[in-house]
């Protein structure tokens, strides 16, 4: 497994420092940089086109200036250099939630391109991690106190299945306008979420 860390800009009220291997490859995104430092963590690569931070100085990272108009976000360049450089896994921190839900929303996209890549992708914050899957399969462990939910990412996901879970389904159609997958609870169990053709959306946050 090649796992590298993506550091976005949204601020980061959790230990994320204990979520980081000696072996992970850090990447900041633009004032992503700021986080990963926050914490103690040193940025190997950091790309952007510097909008929303200056530029940062006394560092060893390799740094890449972008252009401000462009078609990739910053996050999305990045993820384009990791598959092109061959990592399996990627953690996504501080790329959800804050002031600007259109980059939310675009950092899910991002973990889509990833899913299709196949390279395994989590983003996490404080209440909750989401990864996606596209026409495969994922095992979640039991936990405690934790919500799961399943949305399709595309107008339809053929052949779902969830086993293990309070609430099962074996080879369903779902679409993007009905969210009957949220919501769903674990047993003591794992929990198989699998779909044949299309792409799920995992979202696993805490309960209330």
């Not at 949220?182 to 799920?200: M, T």
Request: aromatic letters at 8%.
């Amino acid at each position: 497994m090649k796992r590298c860390v993506i550091f976005g800009s949204v601020d980061i009220d959790f230990p994320v420092e204990k979520m980081i291997r000696d072996s992970d490859v850090i990447f900041c995104a633009d004032r992503g940089w700021k986080n990963a430092v926050k914490h103690g963590i040193k940025p190997d690569f950091i790309i952007g086109d510097f909008d929303s931070s200056e530029k940062p100085d006394g560092t060893d990272a390799d740094i890449t200036v972008l252009p401000t108009e462009k078609d990739d976000t910053d996050t999305y360049h990045i993820a384009k250099t990791v598959v092109e450089n061959g990592f399996t896994d990627v953690l996504m921190v501080g790329l959800l939630g804050g002031k600007r839900i259109e980059h939310t929303f675009a950092n899910i996209q991002t973990m889509l391109y990833f899913a299709k890549n196949r390279v395994n992708a989590t983003a996490a914050d404080k209440y909750s991690s989401i990864t996606v899957i596209q026409n495969g399969r994922i095992n979640l462990p039991p936990m405690e106190n934790k919500f799961f939910s399943v949305f399709s990412l595309g107008e339809k996901a053929n052949g779902v299945s969830i086993k293990g879970a309070k609430y099962t389904v074996e080879d369903a159609d779902i679409s993007n306008d009905y969210p009957i997958g949220v919501s769903n609870e674990f047993c003591g169990c794992p929990v198989e979420i699998s779909v044949k053709d299309g792409a799920l959306l995992i979202v696993i946050t805490e309960k209330d």
